[in-house]
């Protein structure tokens, strides 16, 4: 099992800027991609970014292009997506995921473990 808790969220206005964080602890062997999710009410989940072990591979959702950064720390089995310029089309719930095989990495379904997510709303 891998245990996945995300920090960061909150509100701000748009053009501001947020720092999500999350930190994973278990079997973190399995946390080969990183990667985060979003999703807004009445919206299925959607990519947003993912990192390999390496750091050398982060498709982005076109979305956030230029906007967002992810990143990781492996020493502390920790993601990071710094989040600037924001819209207020960028409002939902977070979600960070891990899993064991860089393949798919923009897909639900290559993500074995889940955080429970958080809420970042930008006000226009």
């Known amino acids: 099992q891998v245990q996945l808790v995300e920090s960061g969220g909150g509100s701000v206005q748009a053009g501001g800027s947020l720092r999500l964080s999350c930190a994973a602890s278990g079997r973190t062997f399995s946390t080969l991609i990183m990667a985060w999710f979003r999703q807004a009410p009445g919206k299925q989940r959607e990519f947003v970014a993912a990192i390999n072990w390496s750091g050398d591979n982060t498709p982005y959702a076109d979305s956030v292009k230029g906007r967002f950064t992810i990143s990781r720390d492996n020493a502390k089995n920790t993601v990071y997506l710094q989040m600037n310029s924001l819209k207020a089309e960028d409002t939902a719930v977070y979600y960070c995921?891990?899993?064991?095989?860089?393949?798919?990495?923009?897909?639900?379904?290559?993500?074995?473990?889940w955080g429970q997510g958080t809420q970042v709303t930008v006000s226009s």
């Open positions: 995921a891990v899993g064991p095989v860089a393949f798919r990495m923009a897909q639900t379904t290559s993500y074995a473990y």
